[in-house]
């Protein structure tokens, strides 16, 4: 058994819109990353096995090739693409589903066109402090991927039995990304309980493991290999290490987007180091990507230093300026909101 985590009335109240609409938009944060791709897509499977014909995932911008073999890839629109049919089809919605993301400002353009939308919505996420923009909110910080909350809400409808296996292949993955192959976020138990489930359904979780990890270009590895001799600066006395890159470095290894997904990782398999950041210049911005173990936040480091925000061992940011200066900022912030600092970290030193 499955405990009740998301609110009865909320289950109730989507239940109906879902009966009762006949076209549906699905959106989701911008860079979807696997839980983005696979809730949204987790969901797109479930309402047409309910009969909805009428059903659109749409995403901000394009998203990693490793994600691309998920079933109905092909019927995800990438707004900048195509943003008038977007908005068409955002206007035209009765819903609008909004997943794995608290605030609009994390769909960038397509804010605008969803807050404008007469459509009910309804947001399924797992990321602290949500803003009220949709009818229904079910927001739970405490489950570790939006894709395991889309697998609970159908759940709680009573319609598990419209889950097949193309819905349970893109949960999985979710679930998978968003803990790092169940090494973070992921002790409890019903997890496990779920993903049992899924296998029953026929997903084969090995295959999507490698689907998901083993299929990187050459380059990739090479500016993995670059990134770790040349470019990782260890501050040992704070416990954290950076990495940054620029666009010409990026290009000198012929990148293309998700080449550098899990890079910021790295640095925490060496001992001692607990927080870790990764730059990377882009054509107009500089993204920043955090990560700690233990209880450094370093959510609240992003938001103090990068305007962003996202959970306490995995957040993002950005930077207007150059790459320069964003490292400045980051060895600033360093030595202001020092990890020694916080009480876990000196219990690991
Ligand atoms: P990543 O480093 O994989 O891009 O992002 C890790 C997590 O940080 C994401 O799950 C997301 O919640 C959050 N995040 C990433 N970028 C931003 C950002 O610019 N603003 C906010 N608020 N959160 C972000
Ligand atoms: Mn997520």
New binding site residues.
Partial sequence: MITKIIHEDKIQKAHKYIEKGESFVIVT?V?P?GDAIGSALGLFHFLNAYGKENVSVIVPNDYPNFLKWMPGTKDVTIYEKYPEFSEQLISDADVIFCLDFN?PK?IEKLADPVLKSEARKVLIDH?LHPVEFCNVTMSYPNISSTSEMVFRFICRMGLFDLIDKNAAECIYTGMMTDTGAFTYNSNHPEIYTIIGELIKLGIDKDLIYRRINQVYSEGRLRLMGYVLYEKMKVHHDMQAAMIALSVEELNRFNYQTGDTEGF?NLPLSIEGVSFSVFIREDSDYI?I??RSVGDFPCNEF?AKYF?????KN?????FYGTLEDAIKRFEQGLTEFNPNNTEDFIKHK
């Fill in positions: 944060h860079s990353d605030d994390r990321h910021v993204k990507s955090l992003a305007n962003g925000g996202g959970h995995a957040s993002g940011g950005e």
